[in-house]
C-alpha cells in the first residue's frame, strides 16, 4: 500500500489509502485529512497498522509532533484505530469529540483523556474555527458527528457520500450516484426517523467543500449535494413504510 497526498484546498491535504481487498473488484480509500494551521487537526487517525504509512505522509507535511488535535466522525478502526499511536507521536495533540463518543468509547481507549464536545462547540486553531455537531446514526453510531470549518466551508462528513474504487481526490461532478450505489450494496447508513432530518441540517450549512472519507471529496454545491442524498433516504423510507 501507498498514501497519496493531495492539497484538496488552501491547506488542507487528503492522505488517502487504496485498499483492492476491500469491497472487492472496485475496492476502497481509506482518506485521512491533515490541517494546516498555528494549532494543525487532523481528522481521522486511521487503522493502526495504516499508522506507519500515514504518519510517514503527514511528516512530508508537517512534523508529526506538532499535531494539536485529532478528530473522527465516530468510534471504528478506520476512524480513530491508530489514535494511541498518534497521541504517542504527538505529545501535545488531544482528541475532541462528543460527549456520548468520549463517555462510551474514547475515555477509556484512549491513553491520553479527550476533551469532550458539546454539539456546536468551536475549536479555533489559528485562522479557522471548527464547529462540533453531533449526528446521531447519520450515517451510523450513536456517537456520531461531523466538524464544520466555518472560515472557508468545509465540511468533513466522514463516512457520507461513500463510494467505492479509487476515483479521483477530488471532484465537481456527482457524488450522490455513487454514494447510493454504494449505501445499496453495503447497507452502512443506519436509516430512520432522524436521518433524513440530519442531513437537511448539514445542508442549511451550504458547505463548499465535503471532505469524504472513503472516494472523491466533493467541490461544489455542497449543500445541494447534501439535499440529493436526503431526498434519496426520504425516498427510501416512504417506499418502505407504503410497501
Given at each position: 500500500?501507498?498514501?497519496?497526498?493531495?492539497?484538496?484546498?488552501?491547506?488542507?491535504?487528503?492522505?488517502?489509502?487504496?485498499?483492492?481487498?476491500?469491497?472487492?473488484?472496485?475496492?476502497?480509500?481509506?482518506?485521512?485529512?491533515?490541517?494546516?494551521?498555528?494549532?494543525?487537526?487532523?481528522?481521522?487517525?486511521?487503522?493502526?497498522?495504516?499508522?506507519?504509512?500515514?504518519?510517514?505522509?503527514?511528516?512530508?507535511?508537517?512534523?508529526?509532533?506538532?499535531?494539536?488535535?485529532?478528530?473522527?466522525?465516530?468510534?471504528?478502526?478506520?476512524e480513530c484505530g491508530a489514535m494511541n499511536e498518534w497521541l504517542a507521536a504527538s505529545p501535545?495533540?488531544?482528541?475532541?469529540?462528543?460527549?456520548?463518543?468520549?463517555?462510551?468509547?474514547?475515555?477509556?481507549?484512549?491513553?491520553r483523556a479527550p476533551r469532550a464536545l458539546a454539539d456546536g462547540a468551536v475549536i479555533e486553531?489559528?485562522?479557522?474555527?471548527?464547529?462540533?455537531?453531533?449526528?446521531?446514526?447519520?450515517?451510523?453510531?450513536?456517537?456520531?458527528?461531523?466538524?464544520?470549518?466555518?472560515?472557508?466551508?468545509?465540511?468533513?462528513?466522514?463516512?457520507?457520500?461513500?463510494?467505492?474504487?479509487?476515483?479521483?481526490?477530488?471532484?465537481?461532478?456527482?457524488?450522490?450516484?455513487?454514494?447510493?450505489?454504494?449505501?445499496?450494496?453495503?447497507?452502512?447508513?443506519?436509516?430512520?426517523?432522524?436521518?433524513?432530518?440530519?442531513?437537511?441540517?448539514?445542508?442549511?450549512?451550504?458547505?463548499?467543500?465535503?471532505?469524504?472519507?472513503?472516494?472523491?471529496?466533493?467541490?461544489?454545491?455542497?449543500?445541494?449535494?447534501?439535499?440529493?442524498?436526503?431526498d434519496r433516504y426520504d425516498a427510501y423510507l416512504r417506499s418502505m413504510t407504503t410497501g
Amino acid at each position: 500500500m501507498t498514501a497519496r497526498i493531495d492539497e484538496i484546498a488552501d491547506g488542507i491535504y487528503r492522505i488517502s489509502v487504496f485498499v483492492p481487498e476491500v469491497a472487492p473488484p472496485a475496492g476502497f480509500t481509506f482518506n485521512h485529512f491533515l490541517v494546516r494551521d498555528e494549532q494543525p487537526l487532523l481528522f481521522h487517525t486511521g487503522k493502526r497498522k495504516m499508522f506507519p504509512l500515514v504518519s510517514e505522509a503527514v511528516a512530508k507535511l508537517m512534523p508529526v509532533e506538532t499535531l494539536r488535535w485529532i478528530g473522527f466522525g465516530h468510534f471504528e478502526a478506520d476512524e480513530c484505530g491508530a489514535m494511541n499511536e498518534w497521541l504517542a507521536a504527538s505529545p501535545h495533540a488531544e482528541i475532541v469529540h462528543g460527549m456520548v463518543g468520549c463517555r462510551l468509547s474514547i475515555e477509556d481507549m484512549a491513553d491520553r483523556a479527550p476533551r469532550a464536545l458539546a454539539d456546536g462547540a468551536v475549536i479555533e486553531t489559528g485562522r479557522r474555527r471548527f464547529r462540533y455537531i453531533d449526528t446521531p446514526h447519520v450515517p451510523h453510531g450513536w456517537d456520531a458527528a461531523v466538524l464544520f470549518e466555518e472560515t472557508e466551508g468545509t465540511l468533513f462528513c466522514g463516512d457520507l457520500f461513500s463510494q467505492y474504487g479509487d476515483p479521483a481526490p477530488v471532484t465537481s461532478s456527482d457524488v450522490v450516484e455513487a454514494a447510493t450505489a454504494t449505501n445499496n450494496f453495503s447497507y452502512s447508513t443506519s436509516l430512520g426517523p432522524a436521518t433524513v432530518p440530519t442531513i437537511r441540517k448539514l445542508a442549511a450549512l451550504n458547505p463548499r467543500l465535503l471532505a469524504i472519507m472513503h472516494g472523491s471529496s466533493y467541490a461544489g454545491d455542497g449543500g445541494g449535494a447534501l439535499n440529493q442524498l436526503g431526498d434519496r433516504y426520504d425516498a427510501y423510507l416512504r417506499s418502505m413504510t407504503t410497501g
